[in-house]
């Protein structure tokens, strides 16, 4: 599907800022080894206790099921969905792939999540045509090579881009000429600008402030009023501009794991455990993923849905579940006895670098390479088998003991 065709012989040179979004990313991944569930509604998540959605198709999202809600709730939306258990080695693969053909398209890359990006493709127009070619040769390529559909958004700032996509979904294209985009900004409700959420909304809606349009005729001295420092902002947006460039994203910032507990928990060693595994997993997909980290973080989220987290430096960079999990129980032990039970513990490997920079140090006994060694072995193992036929021995579940017990995988 393509929309938003613009005035026949008129190329558009302005508009070279593509973002480029998967649809149902997770989903669609799913499905590439469930292919007779297409067309039909999905969820990607775990089915038990206290978590959430991680993706729905699009099926499911007509009953009203949205990504991060609880998944209870979505199974009572939609009780004829069904249920996938997510896969996040295959997440990450799949996401560098389609990095890859990012990549391979113009240097100028801004990645924001595992399914998107920000592209300028200006330097690339000589070589492989208008804008327009280029975004519909970018979700020719993810559906041919990838087997999954990218919506894409052209415009002349990001923000514009954003928008396009959004509303080119699912599977589609959408290019906003820089001379059209105040008159196509103003046509839609004002929470399409960026900043303007729930709160914002009903505060403006009190002055009868409802579209861009709105927002736009509005004196900014009266927005400052309103909204605080984000009145300017919001105005600015308003009137199309965003002079933000298209920022080379070099690798990921950090790569982590989480668990919700489907019940409250009180003992450091049911706290520790999850750690473990945790560990185990983050260490999997920075060695999928080629990288090693300079650094560790741990997140506590309390019954009260208070979160905080602790972050410390490695001596040196490593990629191996022994030495993140030492670091993440040191930063546990380190916030003393906690004012109330905790719902979600999550780590992560933060300081990334590529493990071919980041050379082999190693400790005096050479126990952490040894502890990689023997990780790597269990990559291979548990890649052709499964995730769950090799783990250590703390993890595996004590005789009766149901599967997942006490937790959540997000």
């Known amino acids: 599907m393509t929309t938003g065709q613009s005035a026949a012989g008129v190329e558009h040179g302005d508009c070279t800022i593509l973002h480029v979004d998967m649809d149902a990313f997770y989903v669609s991944v799913e499905l590439l080894t469930r292919p007779e569930l297409r067309g039909k509604a999905t969820i990607a998540g775990s089915p038990t206790g206290r978590s959430v959605v991680l993706s729905a198709s699009y099926e499911a999202r007509r009953f009203g ?10 199974m009572r939306l939609c009780p004829q969905a069904v249920i996938l258990e997510p896969h996040h080695d295959r997440y990450a693969e799949v996401s560098a792939a389609v990095m890859t053909i990012f990549g391979s398209i113009t240097p100028l890359v801004e990645q924001l999540s595992v399914d998107e990006a920000f592209l300028d493709v200006s330097g690339s127009i000589r070589r492989l045509g208008s804008p327009r070619v280029i975004g519909e040769l970018i ?3 993810i559906q041919a090579e990838l087997g999954i559909t990218a919506s894409v958004g052209i415009a002349s700032t990001k923000f514009v881009a954003k928008i396009a996509s959004t509303r080119a979904k699912p599977d589609g294209l959408l290019l906003i000429p820089a001379a059209e985009t105040v008159r196509y900004l103003h046509s839609l409700p ?72 489907a019940e409250d928990v009180s003992d450091d060693a049911v706290l520790k455990a999850e750690l473990l595994r945790l560990a185990h997993r983050t260490a999997a997909r920075l060695r999928a993923a080629g ?18 987290s602790r972050a410390k430096r490695l001596s040196f960079p490593v990629d191996n579940a022994h030495a993140l999990y030492e670091a993440a129980c040191a930063l546990l032990d380190a916030l003393g ?11 992560r490997a933060e300081r990334l670098e590529s493990a071919d920079d980041a050379g082999n140090q190693l400790t005096i006994d050479r126990q952490d390479d040894n502890w990689r060694m023997a990780e790597v072995t269990l990559d291979q193992v548990n890649g052709r088998f499964g995730s769950s036929m090799i783990m250590p021995a703390r993890l595996l579940r004590r005789p009766g003991e149901a599967p997942n017990a006490g937790r959540n995988p997000q």
Request: overall charge positive; aromatic content about 6%; charged content about 25%.
């Open 65 to 74: 099921v949205r990504s991060a809600m609880p998944m209870s709730t979505a």
């Open 139 to 141: 979700r020719t390529r």
């Open 190 to 261: 004002v929470s399409a600008l960026w900043g303007v959420g729930a709160k914002t909304q009903e505060t403006l809606a009190r002055l009868g402030i409802r579209t861009v349009e709105d927002v736009a005729r509005t004196p900014v001295s009266s927005l400052r009023r309103l909204l605080g420092a984000s009145g300017l902002h919001v105005y600015e947006l308003a009137w199309g501009r965003d002079p933000r460039a298209v920022t080379v994203s070099r690798q990921e910032k950090s790569i982590g794991s989480e668990e919700t507990f």
């Open 291 to 308: 990288l090693r980290c300079g650094g560790v973080a741990v997140k506590l989220r309390y019954e009260d849905f208070s979160t905080l």
């Open 337 to 347: 006895e906690r004012p109330m039970n905790v719902r979600l513990i999550g780590i």
